[in-house]
């Protein structure tokens, strides 16, 4: 397989970690390989401390560094250079920032772990917390190379888009394409490339008795309400016309207007699938998720 093959693939292993069982495990690790890189790690949390800290392989770590809190603490040189979220970091930045603070402690441990090189992007930073994606590189891997960040920044980029995904669709967003649809809790269907539905919750399959909610002509999905079906249908248009790696991947609107509601019932939510290699144009290619607004 060419590079170009494993940079695919790995892009791809990002857009599909959020509908797969363990799929961020997958992408971290596959990020790692394709960069030559010791460890990927994908990390999140808030003013608490970090809430979750997954990384691509378990490595040696006898002192217990990557469990400790303090580690995540001020001297960390890598958690602290992340000021804007989208943006690359890598050994020139955490340089800058041990010029200015305390790191001992923080040296110490990535000198155990031997992990002292690498770069991060916060996919996500706000006031609330982060959601940070990172390559950890041994001495033997060396620093970042440009050819590595370009690399880097590829994987962060659909990696961010993949978080887009995940946040919208929910917290059942992982199980979506490996459980039984029917025990999904959610109103989410899904839909081939020409729109017609493939499978649907219980609870989205009360949407096609609702007289604002869902109609099924032939098994092709459409809104009851012809304006909002029409933008639903160019939003589809629009998600389809990619590969669903270079193009758009989400779509959010309002469904389920009437005269007595005219604010919309549901918040529908359309995530373009990465397509698969072998598929063959039968597959899911879009989930729709319908949620009540309060």
Do not use: K
Not at 203 to 216: C, I, Q, V, Y
Request: include cysteine.
């Amino acid at each position: 397989m060419s590079i170009e093959q494993q940079l695919r693939s790995a892009e791809l292993a990002f857009l599909n970690a959020p509908f797969e069982a363990d799929g961020w495990l997958r992408a971290i690790r596959e990020m790692a390989q394709v960069t030559g890189s010791a460890v990927g790690q994908l990390c999140g949390g808030g003013n608490e401390g970090l809430t979750f800290n997954y990384f691509s392989e378990d490595r040696h770590d006898p002192h217990g560094h990557l469990t400790n809190p303090l580690v995540y603490g001020p001297e960390n040189w890598r958690i602290n250079t992340s000021h804007r979220a989208r943006t690359i970091q890598f050994e020139r930045d955490y340089a800058a920032y041990r010029s200015h603070h305390r790191t001992d402690f923080y040296d110490d441990a990535v000198s155990d772990l031997d992990l002292p090189f690498g770069c991060q992007s916060a996919l996500m930073l706000d006031q609330n917390g982060l959601f940070g994606l990172a390559l950890l590189r041994s001495q033997r891997d060396g620093p970042c190379s440009p050819e590595v960040i370009e690399r880097f920044t590829r994987m962060a980029r659909q990696a961010h888009r993949a978080v887009r995904v995940q946040i919208a669709l929910g917290e059942e967003a992982a199980r979506l394409l490996i459980s039984d649809i029917s025990h999904r809790t959610e109103c989410t269907l899904l839909l081939d490339r020409h729109l017609n539905l493939l499978a649907t919750t219980a609870l989205a399959e009360a949407l096609f008795d609702d007289p604002h909610g869902l109609r099924l002509s032939s098994m092709r999905l459409s809104l009851s309400e012809p304006r909002e079906n029409a933008q639903f249908l160019a939003a589809c248009t629009r998600l389809l016309s990619g590969d669903g790696v270079t193009g758009p991947v989400l779509h959010e609107m309002t469904a389920g207007r009437s005269a007595n509601c005219p604010g919309g019932r549901w918040r529908l939510v359309a995530a373009r699938l990465p397509e698969l290699p072998q598929g063959f144009g039968f597959e899911a290619a879009l989930a729709v998720t319908l949620r009540p607004y309060p």
